[in-house]
Nanobody, 116 residues
Framework: QVRLVESGGGLVQPGGSLRLSCAAS????????MGWYRQAPGKERELVAD???????NYADSVKGRFTISRDNAAKKVYLEMRILKPEDTAVYYC??????????WGRGTQVTVPS
């Protein structure tokens, strides 16, 4: 059984920073792309950033220059460093993992709130 657990969310003032972490556990092998998605109230879930096993990154236009995704392959973790946070960044942030180019797993999410 594979499990993804996110941590690091919280309440932060505009302009502040947060670092999200996601740890994979269980029968994890051949991990491909890992990523972060978010879902704001009343909106669809959207890609924030993802990163391949080789370290190639991809970002949503709305977070380019402010967010940085990284991963530790040995530790089976992925991180999201978020800076210059804005109220529109408020959402539940989900970790996603593609394994063996075939299986997709999601975490339960962590809330990030940036008040206006």
């Amino acid at each position: 059984q594979v499990r993804l657990v996110e941590s690091g969310g919280g309440l932060v003032q505009p302009g502040g920073s947060l670092r999200l972490s996601c740890a994979a556990s269980g029968n994890v092998f051949n991990v491909n792309t890992m990523g972060w998605y978010r879902q704001a109230p009343g909106k669809e879930r959207e890609l924030v950033a993802d990163i391949t096993r080789g370290g190639r990154t991809n970002y949503a236009d709305s977070v380019k220059g402010r967010f940085t995704i990284s991963r530790d392959n040995a530790a089976k973790k992925v991180y999201l460093e978020m800076r210059i946070l804005k109220p529109e960044d408020t959402a539940v942030y989900y970790c996603r993992m593609l394994m063996n180019n075939d299986f997709t797993y999601w975490g339960r999410g962590t809330q990030v709130t940036v008040p206006s």
